[in-house]
């Protein structure tokens, strides 16, 4: 058996309270939520990151995500709405089974803080380009 808590909630050997549910994928309610809404939408399948991810299955869980977003629109009204998704523990991954969170927005103090600290100083278009050719470059492979 799995000892993965998502794969648990999937197979139902763990409760949580679910959102939606097709073939593919399963939503439900974030445990520790930032905001009024807070829902995560994971693969049914065991996927660590998106590293692991076929881009059909991926395709499959960007699918719903209009869906769950309009839901929660109808749903709640926020202000805004924030789609994250952490790959790896540096970038605050703490549950390693792909997920997706939706993040509604209210205001400014409602919990969620990203600060986004940008350095365009320390980089030129030369650089730009040379990233951009390593990164078509391997996407090719
Ligand atoms: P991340 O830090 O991106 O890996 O997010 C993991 C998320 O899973 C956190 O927001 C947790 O609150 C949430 N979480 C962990 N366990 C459960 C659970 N049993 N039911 C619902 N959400 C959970
Ligand atoms: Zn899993």
New binding site residues.
Partial sequence: MSEC?FCK?VDGS?P?IKVYEDEHVFA?????PLTKGHT?LIPKKHHENVYDMSSEEAGQLFSVAPKIAEALKASFNPAGLNLLN?NGAPA????FHF?L?FIPRYDQTDGFKASWLTKEKQYTNEMFKEYADKIRENLNK
């Fill in positions: 808590i909630i763990i949580s439900f309610m974030d445990i520790m995560l952490n605050g991954q703490s549950v997920h969170h």
